[in-house]
T-cell receptor
Framework: EAQVTQNPRYLITVTGKKLTVTCSQN?????MSWYRQDPGLGLRQIYYSMNVEVTDKGDVPEGYKVSRKEKRNFPLILESPSPNQTSLYFC?????????????FGPGTRLTVL | LAKTTQPISMDSYEGQEVNITCSHNNIATNDYITWYQQFPSQGPRFIIQ???TKVTNEVASLFIPADRKSSTLSLPRVSLSDTAVYYCLVGEEGGGKLIFGQGTELSVKP
C-alpha cells in the first residue's frame, strides 16, 4: 500500500531534549516536505526537499533541522525543543514538485514540549 | 509566492451545493491551484487541481476565471461526511516552497 508513515504519532518531551520525528514514504517520490499545524494558522511549511541531499527552508524553519540521505526518508530534528514548538506535525511526499504534484500526507505527529 | 485568502468558516445543509472561493491576487504564470481536504486528526488529502477554466472530477469541480486571481471549489450535494477543513494552495510548477492558506472549515448540518 502506498503510504507516508511517521513515528512517533504522539510525543511528550521536555524543553531542550533533542528529538527526531521520522518520515518514510514507499512511493519513490522525489519531493518531501514537513509542515506544522496550529489552531487558526493552518498548515505552515517548515522544510522541504526536492531530492536526495537537496533541502531548503520553508516558511517557518527556525528551530528545526532536516536531512535527506536517502530517497524514502526525511527526518525532522529538533535539537533543543521549546514549548512554542508544541504542535501537530505532518510529513508529505509527491512525485517531483510540491507545487503541482499531488502531495500524500502522513498521519501526523502530535508533539508536546513541556 | 502567491498568498491565498479563504473564508474562515462556512455552514451548509445536506444536499446543498457548496462553493468555497479562494483569492490569490498575485498568482504567477507558472502557478497551479490545488485544493486539499482535511478531516480531524488526519493529514490533508488531494481533492482537485487546475490551471484555468473548469476542472471536474468525481467529487468536485474547480472554476478558475480568465484572470486566475481567484478560484472556486464547488462541492455538489454535500453530505455530513463533507464536514472538514478545505485548503487552497497555489504552487509553482516544479517548485518546492509552498504556502497554504488558513483553510475554510465547512460544517454540514442535517
Amino acid at each position: 500500500e502506498a503510504q507516508v508513515t511517521q513515528n512517533p504519532r504522539y510525543l511528550i518531551t521536555v524543553t531542550g531534549k533533542k528529538l527526531t520525528v521520522t518520515c518514510s514514504q514507499n512511493m519513490n517520490h522525489e519531493y518531501m516536505s514537513w509542515y506544522r499545524q496550529d489552531p487558526g494558522l493552518g498548515l505552515r511549511q517548515i522544510y522541504y526537499s526536492m531530492n536526495v541531499e537537496v533541502t531548503d527552508k520553508g516558511d517557518v524553519p527556525e528551530g528545526y533541522k532536516v536531512s535527506r540521505k536517502e530517497k524514502r526518508n526525511f527526518p525532522l530534528i529538533l535539537e533543543s525543543p521549546s514549548p512554542n514548538q508544541t504542535s501537530l506535525y505532518f510529513c508529505a511526499s509527491s512525485g517531483t514538485s510540491g507545487g503541482t504534484d499531488t502531495q500524500y500526507f502522513g498521519p501526523g505527529t502530535r508533539l508536546t514540549v513541556l | 509566492l502567491a498568498k491565498t485568502t479563504q473564508p474562515i468558516s462556512m455552514d451548509s445543509y445536506e444536499g446543498q451545493e457548496v462553493n468555497i472561493t479562494c483569492s490569490h491576487n498575485n498568482i504567477a504564470t507558472n502557478d497551479y491551484i490545488t485544493w486539499y481536504q482535511q478531516f480531524p486528526s488526519q493529514g490533508p488529502r488531494f481533492i482537485i487541481q487546475g490551471y484555468k477554466t473548469k476542472v471536474t472530477n468525481e467529487v468536485a469541480s474547480l472554476f478558475i476565471p480568465a484572470d486566475r486571481k481567484s478560484s472556486t471549489l464547488s462541492l455538489p450535494r454535500v453530505s455530513l461526511s463533507d464536514t472538514a477543513v478545505y485548503y487552497c494552495l497555489v504552487g509553482e510548477e516544479g517548485g518546492g516552497k509552498l504556502i497554504f492558506g488558513q483553510g475554510t472549515e465547512l460544517s454540514v448540518k442535517p
